[in-house]
């Protein structure tokens, strides 16, 4: 049996594209507990255990009759995670509530963070001189050629991968040696204007990792007042942040469509899958 993997007609901007699910990518970090993992925060890694509840072993190695673990984790400190505006007010509004459609096209762009010392843009509280930021105007110059519609998705890839060793993206433990980028402020006012509804990005936080607790660019995302701990008038609560993403090297930057799984769960963040399909243009005019 012969299943065709391509979607055409896709039509966005009065073009046509055509999307090839037979080229997938997944852009999620495989975890795995008790083993080398991401890790942000200082927060205790994931971590899995066998259930074990009265004469029941949930462990075939040792005799029981299947597997069944307690898997321990923290999704915002832990792996590839979307969180929802819960993550900074006291309403609980799900992750999956908060997206309307779980694919949309998306745009991914590579950047090198510059040192904070270079650029006149803001963050609140404070950039410290060994901070690497990203700037609006790195972000103007790769975007200013696509279109709002396009943008409905996001994904920031950061220079280089790193793949050597304790280096890697995929294990890499962010503390004060391997301090992890993040936005500056004006760069986050930049992306709301261009109306992104999903912000995916391969470091473990948008903000600052020692921001004093403000969250600056996280309510910016999410038009949220500082200091303030519940929506308004003017919040955007049907976006998503997701973060430590993994883009190998040989997925190029360009329009894709972007498949964002996650569990329904009702909770401020959880695990997420993000799946990335070349789009190309058709019937160019």
């Not at 072993?57 to 984790?73: E, P």
């Not at 200091?227 to 930057?253: G, P, R, W």
């Not at 401020?268 to 399909?277: E, G, K, M």
């Amino acid at each position: 049996m012969i299943i065709n993997l391509r979607i055409d007609n896709f039509n966005m901007d009065s073009q046509e594209y055509s999307a090839d699910l037979s080229k997938e990518k997944s852009i999620a970090i495989t975890l795995l507990p008790n083993d080398k993992q991401p890790n942000h925060f200082g927060a205790p890694a994931c971590t899995s255990k066998t259930l074990e509840m009265g004469s029941y072993i949930g462990d075939t190695k040792r005799g029981g009759s299947c597997n069944a673990n307690v898997l321990t984790m923290i999704p915002h400190c832990n792996g590839t995670h979307t969180e929802s505006v819960s993550h900074i007010i006291d309403e609980l509004i799900p992750v999956y509530q908060s997206i309307e459609k779980s694919v949309f096209p998306s745009v991914l762009i590579s950047l090198l963070p510059e040192p904070s010392l270079k650029t006149k843009d803001s963050y609140i509280p404070f950039m410290d001189e060994s901070n690497q930021v990203i700037t609006q105007a790195q972000l103007n110059e790769k975007l200013s050629e696509y279109s709002d519609e396009q943008l409905q998705g996001l994904i920031v890839r950061t220079l280089d991968n790193d793949n050597n060793n304790n280096r890697d993206k995929k294990t890499r433990v962010y503390d004060n040696e391997h301090y992890p980028p993040f936005f500056t402020n004006d760069a986050m006012k930049y992306l709301v204007k261009r109306k992104i509804n999903h912000l995916l990005v391969d470091f473990p936080s948008v903000d600052k990792m020692y921001d004093d607790g403000k969250l600056s660019n996280h309510r910016l995302f999410w038009n949220i007042v500082e200091d303030e701990k519940k929506t308004n008038d003017q919040s955007t609560v049907n976006k998503t942040i997701t973060e430590m993403v993994f883009i190998d090297d040989e997925i190029e930057d360009g329009i894709y469509l972007c498949n964002l799984q996650i569990p329904e769960i009702n909770t401020d963040a959880v695990p997420s899958r993000p799946i990335l399909y070349p789009l190309t243009e058709m019937n160019k005019t």
